[in-house]
């Protein structure tokens, strides 16, 4: 979840009308290592991320980085821009690892969180100096002093700390608290599993993971509220379990249902199915039975219900089982952890028809999305959190200026926030593009701008705003009226007086950065 993400080598593709940018290498998703994507369709299909262009125009006054496609992907982000929409409340969170300077790889995630706070989003920024300390070693003196760059860069850029949080790990005791509370609800097997954790991984680096789902869920302590998670997509390992434990923690799972009994996903769907098929009125009272439905699925050929044996079983005898109890849909209000005032409370709550077991409780005048909202405030007022699942926004790895991977720990690969501007400049002159191997031959197929670091830079960073810049540079890139030797010196210019500025601007942040409401010096020391 933190914002040092690896900035990898992008591979040719389609190009965006917009003059978008392309991708990396191959899919591994690592919050520690060197995660590489080369075809972003492998998320959607491997992991669940969804498209980020299918609910673009549900976002008000999308960001370049949306436009451009260099967000590419979401978790669950629609109830977020609807907040944003209607000016109800939201959240932003993303963390950054002290490791190193920041640089421009960083700015996109400093970019995506000012901008949700522009929008109205209550906006934290944290440094990760738990994660720094026991996954790299990072000694609290070095810590120190990268924290405050970062956040130096933050506020430059346009974090508002009157109207945003910042903090870190180390020295919030409510984010504290709550990582031991949800530490319950995780367990070593699951750690391996997704993380790869061993017998050699130490106790810390285990503890920074569950301080990290304690931060991402951290914003909805004063209130449940859809929440954003911007990151590179090697950070969504950690964005899954906090929506999974967000889940876990909530007092009652809300589901459809058609009987008393429950049924698995598969059993659900295939009930679901002959609801729909069986007309009431063919049967005796015009009620529709659980009889009826077992019988209606032993009568259909085993070829047609394409469902597994074991499962066609065991639907077979819950119904048989219920015999001629009706067929009914409604939303179930299953009793997960709730107190027993929690669960009296919500029976109290509900309006209508209903129907009260020992662990649940069916309501069949209430649509799913009104149940949830209902369970979450009965929640609340009995001492619960109501957590909502955390959203997340993935924003494409950049290439390093020399090829491959963007990393800290190469200089050339990457320009530092802090570089001397010069350096800056030169940086980027000496940058691998993705010309042709001479003037002639780009002027005849031109250039591969989906493969050039220099493309990317004005795509990122030095386009701003100006849509019809970037797509201009594009445009004549592949086209063949722009050269490399030009391209590069116009890119070198504006990173140069980016940098300028930049700079410029964290000097005058100086005194808020004083004034913030954040310890700059670990009291940790060793």
């Given amino acids: 979840m933190t914002g040092d993400e690896p900035v990898e080598e992008s591979e040719s593709g389609e190009p965006l009308a ?4 392309a991708g990396a290498d191959d899919v591994a998703l690592d919050p520690w290592g060197s995660s590489a994507v080369s075809d972003y369709r492998k998320l959607f299909e491997e ?7 299918e609910l673009l125009e549900e976002v008000p006054n999308p960001h370049y980085l949306m436009r451009r496609g260099v967000i590419f992907g979401h978790r669950d982000y629609r109830p977020v821009a609807e907040a944003l929409r209607k000016g109800e409340d939201a959240a932003v969170l993303s963390g950054f690892m002290p490791t190193g300077d920041p640089h421009i790889g960083h700015k996109l995630v400093f970019d995506e969180i000012i901008w949700h706070q522009q929008q109205g989003a209550d906006a934290y920024g944290l440094i990760a100096d738990l994660e720094a300390n026991s996954a790299r070693g990072m000694s609290w003196d070095e810590i120190d002093e990268h924290a405050r760059d970062y956040l130096l860069s933050l506020l430059a850029l346009g974090f508002d700390p009157d109207e945003g949080t910042l903090y870190r790990q180390s020295t919030n005791r409510e984010v504290q608290d709550l990582a031991f509370e949800i530490g319950a609800d995780a367990n070593f097997s699951e750690f391996q599993a997704i993380y790869g954790f061993d017998g050699e991984t130490d106790v810390s680096h285990m503890q920074s993971v569950v301080t990290q789902m304690a931060d991402i869920l951290y914003p909805q302590l004063e209130g449940a509220k859809p929440t954003v998670i911007p990151v590179g997509p090697d950070q969504d390992p950690h964005v899954r379990l906090a929506r999974d434990l967000a ?17 698995d996903p598969d059993e659900h769907e295939l009930v679901a199915d002959f609801h729909e098929k069986l007309d009431p009125a063919d049967f005796d009272d015009d009620a529709l039975r659980c009889v009826h439905v077992a019988e209606a699925i032993e009568e259909t050929p085993l070829e047609e219900l394409a469902v597994p044996a074991d499962t066609l079983s065991s639907v077979l005898t819950k119904l048989e089982e219920a015999g001629m109890e009706p067929v ?9 952890r709730a107190t027993d005032e929690a669960f009296d409370a919500l029976i109290d709550a509900i309006d209508g028809e209903k129907r009260v077991y020992e662990n649940h409780v069916d309501a069949f005048e209430l649509e799913v999305g009104e149940a949830e909202e209902l369970a979450r405030e009965v929640e609340v007022e009995n001492g619960g959190y109501g957590f909502r699942p955390p959203s997340s926004i993935y924003h494409r790895f950049m290439t390093g200026l020399t090829g491959g991977k963007m990393s800290s720990s190469v200089p050339a690969s990457h320009i530092s926030l802090l570089d001397d501007p010069e350096k800056g400049y030169d940086k980027v002159k000496s940058a691998t593009t993705g010309g042709r191997e001479t003037a002639e031959e780009q002027r005849e197929k031109g250039g591969k701008a989906d493969e050039c670091p220099v493309y990317e830079l004005y795509a990122y960073l030095l386009a701003g705003d100006d849509d019809e810049f970037a797509k201009r540079v594009y445009d004549e ?21 980016f940098l300028e500025e930049h700079q410029e601007k964290r000097a005058e942040v100086e005194e808020l950065l004083e004034e913030a409401d954040i310890e700059l010096e670990s009291p940790r020391k060793t």
């Fill in 247 to 263: 889940e876990r923690t909530r007092f009652f799972k809300v589901s459809k249902a058609y009987a008393s009994f429950e049924l």
């Fill in 477 to 497: 890139c592949v086209g063949g009226e722009r050269l490399c030797g030009d391209c590069k010196e116009q890119a070198a210019q504006l990173m140069k007086e």
């Fill in 18 to 21: 917009d003059g978008g940018a």
């Fill in 328 to 336: 009914r849909p409604r939303t179930r209000f299953f009793d997960r």
């Fill in 47 to 53: 992991f669940g991320i969804e498209e980020f262009d």
